[in-house]
Protein backbone atom coordinates (compact mmCIF):
# COMPACT_ATOMS: atom_id res chain seq x y z
CA UNK A 1 0.00 0.00 0.00
CA UNK A 2 1.17 3.40 -0.93
CA UNK A 3 1.98 6.18 1.70
CA UNK A 4 0.14 8.17 -0.40
CA UNK A 5 -3.24 6.51 0.12
CA UNK A 6 -6.43 8.11 0.86
CA UNK A 7 -9.45 7.75 2.60
CA UNK A 8 -12.62 9.23 3.94
CA UNK A 9 -12.60 9.88 7.49
CA UNK A 10 -16.24 10.78 9.56
CA UNK A 11 -16.13 11.85 12.57
CA UNK A 12 -18.75 13.91 14.91
CA UNK A 13 -17.02 17.45 15.17
CA UNK A 14 -18.39 19.71 17.38
CA UNK A 15 -21.79 17.28 17.09
CA UNK A 16 -22.09 17.42 13.53
CA UNK A 17 -21.28 14.81 11.31
CA UNK A 18 -18.28 15.59 9.32
CA UNK A 19 -16.86 13.97 6.25
CA UNK A 20 -13.45 14.25 4.78
CA UNK A 21 -10.62 13.34 2.14
CA UNK A 22 -7.79 12.76 4.45
CA UNK A 23 -4.10 11.19 3.36
CA UNK A 24 -2.33 8.69 5.61
CA UNK A 25 0.09 11.30 6.30
CA UNK A 26 -2.24 13.64 7.55
CA UNK A 27 -2.60 14.44 11.31
CA UNK A 28 -5.82 15.49 13.36
CA UNK A 29 -5.13 19.09 13.46
CA UNK A 30 -4.97 19.39 9.57
CA UNK A 31 -8.04 17.30 8.71
CA UNK A 32 -9.69 19.97 11.13
CA UNK A 33 -7.92 23.15 10.07
CA UNK A 34 -7.16 22.40 6.37
CA UNK A 35 -9.92 19.60 5.17
CA UNK A 36 -13.05 20.75 7.69
CA UNK A 37 -12.02 24.80 7.72
CA UNK A 38 -11.93 24.96 12.13
CA UNK A 39 -9.63 27.23 11.90
CA UNK A 40 -9.70 27.75 15.68
CA UNK A 41 -7.55 24.94 16.51
CA UNK A 42 -4.18 26.35 16.24
CA UNK A 43 -0.81 25.20 15.23
CA UNK A 44 2.26 25.44 17.90
CA UNK A 45 5.00 23.02 17.80
CA UNK A 46 3.53 19.97 16.10
CA UNK A 47 5.70 17.77 18.64
CA UNK A 48 2.50 17.58 21.39
CA UNK A 49 4.55 20.29 23.60
CA UNK A 50 2.80 23.57 23.85
CA UNK A 51 -0.71 22.29 23.94
CA UNK A 52 -2.26 25.17 21.29
CA UNK A 53 -3.87 22.06 19.66
CA UNK A 54 -5.85 20.97 21.90
CA UNK A 55 -8.97 19.19 21.40
CA UNK A 56 -11.32 16.92 23.10
CA UNK A 57 -11.43 13.30 21.13
CA UNK A 58 -13.54 10.56 22.45
CA UNK A 59 -14.03 12.56 26.17
CA UNK A 60 -10.26 12.68 26.57
CA UNK A 61 -8.24 15.89 25.94
CA UNK A 62 -5.36 15.26 23.13
CA UNK A 63 -2.82 17.14 21.32
CA UNK A 64 -4.17 16.89 17.67
CA UNK A 65 -0.46 17.48 15.86
CA UNK A 66 0.13 13.91 17.68
CA UNK A 67 -2.93 12.16 16.12
CA UNK A 68 -3.41 10.76 12.85
CA UNK A 69 -6.78 11.99 10.63
CA UNK A 70 -7.52 8.34 10.14
CA UNK A 71 -7.66 7.87 14.26
CA UNK A 72 -10.30 10.09 14.32
CA UNK A 73 -12.96 7.72 12.34
CA UNK A 74 -15.82 7.56 14.19
CA UNK A 75 -14.80 9.78 17.10
CA UNK A 76 -16.55 12.68 18.82
CA UNK A 77 -14.62 15.43 18.59
CA UNK A 78 -15.17 18.81 20.47
CA UNK A 79 -12.99 21.99 19.23
CA UNK A 80 -13.14 25.12 20.54
CA UNK A 81 -15.57 26.60 18.21
CA UNK A 82 -17.88 23.72 20.27
CA UNK A 83 -17.31 25.62 23.46
CA UNK A 84 -19.54 28.51 23.21
CA UNK A 85 -23.62 28.23 22.95
CA UNK A 86 -24.43 29.84 19.42
CA UNK A 87 -23.67 33.35 19.83
CA UNK A 88 -23.48 33.02 23.57
CA UNK A 89 -19.71 32.40 24.83
CA UNK A 90 -19.34 29.99 27.42
CA UNK A 91 -18.51 31.10 30.57
CA UNK A 92 -14.53 29.93 30.60
CA UNK A 93 -14.83 32.51 27.12
CA UNK A 94 -16.21 35.42 28.92
CA UNK A 95 -13.50 34.82 32.30
CA UNK A 96 -10.16 34.65 29.87
CA UNK A 97 -11.77 37.99 28.37
CA UNK A 98 -12.41 39.65 31.84
CA UNK A 99 -9.19 38.70 32.95
CA UNK A 100 -7.29 39.51 30.32
CA UNK A 101 -5.81 36.03 30.02
CA UNK A 102 -4.99 36.01 26.13
CA UNK A 103 -2.90 38.12 24.48
CA UNK A 104 -1.51 36.66 21.18
CA UNK A 105 -4.18 34.03 21.29
CA UNK A 106 -1.96 31.23 19.85
CA UNK A 107 -2.22 29.45 23.14
CA UNK A 108 -5.88 30.32 23.76
CA UNK A 109 -7.86 27.69 21.98
CA UNK A 110 -5.83 24.97 23.76
CA UNK A 111 -6.16 26.11 27.26
CA UNK A 112 -9.99 26.33 26.73
CA UNK A 113 -10.48 23.29 25.61
CA UNK A 114 -8.63 21.94 28.48
CA UNK A 115 -10.01 24.05 31.08
CA UNK A 116 -13.32 23.09 29.94
CA UNK A 117 -12.67 19.43 29.94
CA UNK A 118 -11.37 20.28 34.00
CA UNK A 119 -14.36 21.69 35.09
CA UNK A 120 -16.74 19.01 33.69
CA UNK A 121 -14.15 16.73 35.68
CA UNK A 122 -13.82 18.51 38.49
CA UNK A 123 -16.35 22.14 39.02
CA UNK A 124 -13.97 23.36 42.12
CA UNK A 125 -10.75 22.87 41.62
CA UNK A 126 -7.90 24.55 43.70
CA UNK A 127 -5.19 26.43 41.97
CA UNK A 128 -2.69 23.69 42.10
CA UNK A 129 -5.32 21.43 40.63
CA UNK A 130 -5.64 23.89 37.96
CA UNK A 131 -2.31 24.17 37.10
CA UNK A 132 -1.44 20.46 36.92
CA UNK A 133 -4.21 20.08 34.30
CA UNK A 134 -3.50 23.05 32.40
CA UNK A 135 0.22 22.02 32.66
CA UNK A 136 0.16 20.96 28.95
CA UNK A 137 -0.56 24.29 27.83
CA UNK A 138 1.84 26.74 27.50
CA UNK A 139 1.72 30.89 26.89
CA UNK A 140 4.42 33.06 26.21
CA UNK A 141 2.47 36.11 26.57
CA UNK A 142 0.68 36.38 29.72
CA UNK A 143 1.76 34.46 32.16
CA UNK A 144 -0.36 32.01 33.88
CA UNK A 145 -1.88 34.22 36.82
CA UNK A 146 -4.36 35.44 34.35
CA UNK A 147 -5.07 31.99 33.05
CA UNK A 148 -5.65 30.50 36.47
CA UNK A 149 -7.77 33.20 38.03
CA UNK A 150 -9.98 32.98 34.88
CA UNK A 151 -10.45 29.28 35.26
CA UNK A 152 -11.15 29.56 38.84
CA UNK A 153 -13.84 32.54 38.52
CA UNK A 154 -15.45 30.55 35.60
CA UNK A 155 -15.83 27.65 38.18
CA UNK A 156 -17.34 29.92 40.39
CA UNK A 157 -19.48 31.13 38.19
CA UNK A 158 -20.66 27.47 36.79
CA UNK A 159 -20.85 26.18 40.38
CA UNK A 160 -23.34 29.09 41.06
CA UNK A 161 -25.60 29.03 38.13
CA UNK A 162 -25.65 25.07 38.37
CA UNK A 163 -27.60 25.24 42.17
Known amino acids: MSMDTKRIV ?22 LRDAAGLTGTKEGCMTGDCGACSVMMNGRVVDS ?8 E ?15 LHPLQRKF ?11 TPGFLVSAKALLEKNPDPSDAETRYWLAGN ?10 IDAVRDAAAEMRSSAK
Open 10 to 31: TASINGAEISVMADNRMSLLEM
Open 74 to 88: GAEIETVEGIADGKN
Open 65 to 72: CLVMAAEA
Open 138 to 147: LCRCTGYQQI
Open 97 to 107: LEHAALQCGIC
